[in-house]
């Protein structure tokens, strides 16, 4: 069975940093991304970040310049170095992980809070 576990949130005061990272673990073959969304309160999910398996990565516009995707393909693991942190980007975070380009699977999220 697949296992998505985030760590690293916390309570930050803006303008500082975290650094989220989620492992895989389980009988995983095929991964094509992994990447990290985030869902305020009263809000509809949203993308951040993904990495390919061939370390293509893309950034939603409102994280550009101060959020930095990496992964660790040995340990199945991805982190988000997460700098400049302001109020708006409270938010639970969760990891997603696409294998085979026909799965998706999804950690139980990791919430950032950001005080300003």
Known sequence: QVQLVESGGGLVQAGGSLN??????????????MGWYRQAPGKQREFVAIITSRDTVNYADSVTGRFTISRINAKNTVSLQMNSLEPEDTARYYCKM???????YWGQGTQVTVSS
């Open 98 to 104: 696409i294998v085979r380009n026909t799965m998706d």
């Open 20 to 33: 989220l990272s989620c492992a895989a673990s389980g009988n995983i073959f095929g991964i094509n991304a």
